[in-house]
């Protein structure tokens, strides 16, 4: 029996006088049916990445504001909301991450809403939404993410080092899940030392919150895997490219994980999804820094599928020219070849949108609607 496809609809961002961005993004999310959820009087989470202090790469809080007044005017009480992230940095409690998200610019005056940190002061605040899937029988979500009636996503479309990339699903799964919550996707996988790469800085030492990694007696880094817990911040740190993450079968883990915990988050309540593919850079906004991107800014799409937004978003990604100087401007790349796989050869992205569309949240058949 054939399947029917899902809609996204995408608008570029080419401007004319009348018609900024933001009037775009209105117009889009318009055409693509926003208005038809019931909002009044409904909490509305809008789940965001904040962006890491130092990584410019995140969606403007301008793009958000728009959000949050369309969703004013059709009667709901939004928020802007993350999850406490698990590798130490400035999101792993509510007073960093609070302080990190105005110091990107989302405060209540620049977005016209309240932000709240959706797990809590520590990352513990959570609730265990049943779900019975493949290797989640619940899912540890953030409360304020929870206590809400309507999700919509808005998602940042780029590289991810864990995932190939990071669209409306990682958002979703792995942004939406308590620190407990993260523990439990990222548990799969650890990393290992590339001994003869290791100068022995100790930068991995400073930031592992678990205190896994010491130097041995060759004064290399070595992680103890009893300790561990697969967060990647020694990955994310390492500026010699000696911690990296082992993924093999535990890729395919990790993304349907992330797909079962996203299928947490929306279930039994209307949601809508908003990817914006600009400033692609080939990692994740996790980072304190961002890379050229890979291919010049190509627009906003949204959907109510979030399985058919990641992959139209990977879809518009491959069909675009890479910039020159970007992590995928050498002579091994093959303009055929998928260009989130060529930057992290070791993660399987697609794993992640089969199993959502084989526990009902989409389909990655769809029909793209331009909207001028």
Known sequence: METSKSKVYFTDFKTKSGMNLLDKLEKLVKKAGI????????????????????????????????????????????FLTDSNTLYSGRRSNAIDHLDAASENGFNKLTVGCNIIIADGLKGTDYREIEINQKYCKTAKIGTAICDSDIIIS?????????TGFGGALKNLGMGSG????????????????????????????????????????????????????????????????????????????????????????????????????????PNCDCWDSNDIPIVPNIGMAASFDPIALDRACVDLVNKAPIIKGSVLDNNEFNNDEDKFTHIHSNTD?????????????????????IVK
């Open 349 to 369: 992205w697609e794993s992640g949108l089969k199993h959502g569309e084989s526990i009902g949240m989409g389909t990655q058949d769809y029909e793209l609607i």
């Open 154 to 162: 808005m998602s940042h479309f780029k590289g991810h080092e864990m």
């Open 178 to 281: 308590s620190r407990g919550g993260k523990l439990e996707m990222h548990s799969a996988s650890q990393p290992k030392i590339e001994k003869e790469n290791c100068t022995g800085c100790r930068q991995c030492i400073k930031n592992c919150a678990q205190g896994a990694i010491s130097l041995d007696e060759n004064k290399k880094a070595s992680i103890d895997y009893e300790k561990c817990v697969g967060c990647g911040q020694c990955v994310a740190e390492c500026m010699f490219d000696a911690a990296q993450i082992i993924w093999n079968e535990s890729a395919v883990t990790a993304n349907e994980k992330i797909a079962e915990y996203a299928y947490a988050v929306i279930k039994d309540k209307p949601s809508f999804h908003i990817s914006f593919i600009m400033d692609v850079s």
């Open 35 to 78: 208005q038809n959820i019931d909002f009044k009087n409904k909490f509305v989470a809008i789940k965001i990445h904040f962006g890491e202090p130092g990584n410019l790469a995140f969606i403007r809080p301008n793009y958000a504001a728009k959000v949050v007044s369309i969703i004013k005017e059709l009667g709901g009480i939004p």
